[in-house]
Every structure is written in structure tokens, then in C-alpha cells.
């Protein structure tokens, strides 16, 4: 994992009635919450994400069921499984992000610190490493 991508464990706070996870800003959630949303009913062999966002940082719930990530922060490519809703996937803007391999059952709850805004996406994967790279050599000079 880098700095960019990283797996989050979330305290479990159980009792005889069962189980609750409670998510604050700033201290669960490495930030300030603008927009939930959430994926689900996801046909076998659907990709969804293929995209990087110039702005926004998420975190990835899977409150049910499963599916797979597969991230790319411009140099390292990694796969994550997610399931179980006791951790979270916290991708840094400027990540590249697929996720599939989505059990029937499952509802992938998205954190995110931004609103919407189909500007800050890059759909095309090539452009991304593109502007990761250029990115990289203006930190380096």
C-alpha cells in the first residue's frame, strides 16, 4: 500500500442486540464529508470507476457483499477484496480506480470530500499517467 491508497480498520462497537460502526469526520474518515453515494445491483462482469479524479478522496465501504479493487496511483498497481463493512479503502485524489467482481449482494457505500463535478474526472488511463508523470517531475524540479 502507499500513501495514496490504504486500508482502513473501523471500531466495531457490539453488543447483545449486534453490531454498529460509527464513522466520523476527521477521524475515521481521513476528511471532511460532501457526498455519499452508493453502487449496487451490479451486473456479473461490470467494471465500474475506470477513472481518476483530479480533486476528490473516497473512502470504499462494502456495507454488503464483496467486489474487488484494482488501484493505480501512477506508479504501483495494487488489487484489493473488500468484504467486510469493519474496514475501508481510502484513495487519495489523483488514484486510479476500477472496481469489479461485484458479489450479487453487494452495496459498496463511496465517501467522498468533494460534490460532483464531471471536471475533475479523467476517464482515459493514458491521460492519467500522462498527467501523474508530468506531476512527478514539476515535484522533483
Not at 34 to 49: C, D, L, S, W
Not at 91 to 96: A, I
Request: proline fraction near 3%.
Amino acid at each position: 500500500m502507499t500513501e495514496k491508497v490504504k486500508l482502513l480498520d473501523f471500531k466495531i462497537n457490539c453488543s447483545e442486540e449486534g453490531f454498529l460502526i460509527a464513522l466520523e469526520n476527521n477521524k475515521e474518515i481521513p476528511f471532511e464529508l460532501k457526498r455519499v453515494f452508493y453502487i449496487y445491483g451490479t451486473k456479473k462482469g461490470v467494471v465500474r470507476g475506470k477513472h481518476a479524479n483530479k480533486f476528490s478522496r473516497f473512502v470504499l465501504i462494502p456495507v454488503s457483499g464483496s467486489c474487488k479493487v484494482k488501484t493505480h496511483d501512477g506508479n504501483n498497481e495494487e488489487i484489493f477484496i473488500l468484504n467486510t463493512p469493519t474496514k475501508g479503502l481510502y484513495l487519495n485524489k489523483m488514484v486510479w480506480k476500477e472496481m469489479y467482481d461485484f458479489s450479487p449482494d453487494c452495496v459498496l457505500l463511496v465517501l467522498t470530500d468533494q460534490y460532483y463535478s464531471s471536471e475533475e474526472y479523467i476517464k482515459s488511463f493514458d491521460e492519467f499517467l500522462k498527467i501523474v508523470k508530468k506531476i512527478d517531475t514539476q515535484i522533483l524540479k
